[in-house]
T-cell receptor, first 115, second 112 residues
Framework: DAGVIQSPRHEVTEMGQEVTLRCKPI?????LFWYRQTMMRGLELLIY????????DSGMPEDRFSAKMPNASFSTLKIQPSEPRDSAVYFC?????????????FGPGTRLTVL | QQQVKQSPQSLIVQKGGISIINCAYE??????FPWYQQFPGKGPALLIA?????SEKKEGRFTISFNKSAKQFSLHIMDSQPGDSATYFC???????????FGTGTRLQVTL
């Protein structure tokens, strides 16, 4: 299995631009999570989906952030407009079922730099 | 509101020594406590986990000690190796939700 795939791995953009991060979860996984990692705030859950439906988006910082999961094999996290404080590493993770003992498998992350 | 507090922020241990990372939680509804290991440039990966009805779990050189009454748990790495150098995150999850609450992380460096 290829694991969770994220693209791009690195993104550098200017303030005000739209940024789209992409994720392909592990096949057969029902849950997909988007996290943000910064030195100041650590790992924060932004949003998670179950069977392509957003379940909890309480971690999304503001309306500039949006996430979609049009099908079981693809999700996007969009930031519009981007700001320098959005600079972070964004991780996508997936897991099977609603069992809390199921491991979350993380992708390699996208390092976003907003100038 | 940080529900899982982790310490220390960084740790330097000599090869062969014992690394100890501590976590404390507030929410008594947490049902499961995993530890994740993250190498530079990689995503976190599950290392070891424990349920609250168990006081200790050991997997190789890694041991979790759990104190339910004190709401604390810790990771012990015995015979620490340079290859263990990574950032370690404790986490907690409730049975009614699917989302993990992570600690702030501990950067471990094992020196020769």
């Amino acid at each position: 299995d290829a694991g969770v795939i994220q693209s791009p791995r690195h993104e550098v953009t200017e303030m005000g631009q739209e940024v789209t991060l992409r994720c392909k979860p592990i096949s057969g996984h029902d849950y997909l999570f988007w996290y943000r990692q910064t030195m100041m705030r650590g790992l924060e859950l932004l949003i998670y989906f179950n069977n392509n439906v957003p379940i909890d988006d309480s971690g999304m910082p503001e309306d500039r952030f949006s996430a979609k999961m049009p099908n079981a094999s693809f999700s996007t996290l969009k930031i519009q407009p981007s700001e320098p404080r959005d600079s972070a590493v964004y991780f996508c993770a997936s897991s099977r079922y609603r069992d809390i003992y199921n491991e979350q498998f993380f992708g390699p992350g996208t390092r976003l730099t907003v100038l | 509101q940080q529900q899982v507090k982790q310490s220390p922020q960084s740790l330097i241990v000599q090869k062969g020594g014992i690394s100890i990372i501590n976590c404390a939680y507030e929410n008594t509804a947490f049902d499961y406590f995993p530890w994740y290991q993250q190498f530079p440039g990689k995503g976190p990966a599950l290392l070891i986990a424990i349920r609250p009805d168990v006081s200790e779990k050991k997997e190789g050189r890694f041991t979790i000690s759990f104190n339910k009454s004190a709401k604390q748990f810790s990771l012990h790495i015995m015979d620490s190796q340079p290859g263990d150098s990574a950032t370690y995150f404790c986490a907690a999850i409730t049975g009614t939700a699917s989302k993990l609450t992570f600690g702030t992380g501990t950067r471990l460096q094992v020196t020769l």
